[in-house]
């Protein structure tokens, strides 16, 4: 880990800080990159993946985890 210095907008800072209950900036900061690179790892996921129409109703979904 090193040390980088960036200019953030303080409100948007201490707005991301009550939002999460962050006890500090670094914490804030960090949970927000986190926040993104868990994001952009879903949306891949997805695109590599595709969709799939299936027409299951909840109540077929548990019958299917029932009969496990």
Same mark, same amino acid.
């Not at 949306?43 to 109703?57: C, H, M, N, V, W």
């Given at each position: 880990?090193? %040390? #980088? #210095?960036v200019a953030?907008n303080e409100?948007?800072?201490k707005?991301a /800080?009550?939002a /999460? $209950?962050? %006890?500090t900036k670094k914490? *804030?900061i @960090? *949970? $927000?990159? /986190?926040?993104?690179?868990r !994001? !952009?790892?879903r949306e &891949?996921?997805r695109k @590599?993946?595709? #969709?799939?129409?299936?027409?299951? #109703?909840?109540?077929?979904l @548990?019958k299917?985890r029932? &009969?496990?």
């Amino acid at each position: 880990m090193h %040390k #980088t #210095t960036v200019a953030i907008n303080e409100k948007l800072l201490k707005a991301a /800080i009550q939002a /999460i $209950g962050a %006890k500090t900036k670094k914490d *804030a900061i @960090e *949970a $927000g990159l /986190i926040s993104l690179v868990r !994001s !952009s790892n879903r949306e &891949a996921l997805r695109k @590599e993946l595709g #969709t799939y129409d299936i027409s299951l #109703t909840l109540r077929d979904l @548990e019958k299917s985890r029932n &009969a496990q």
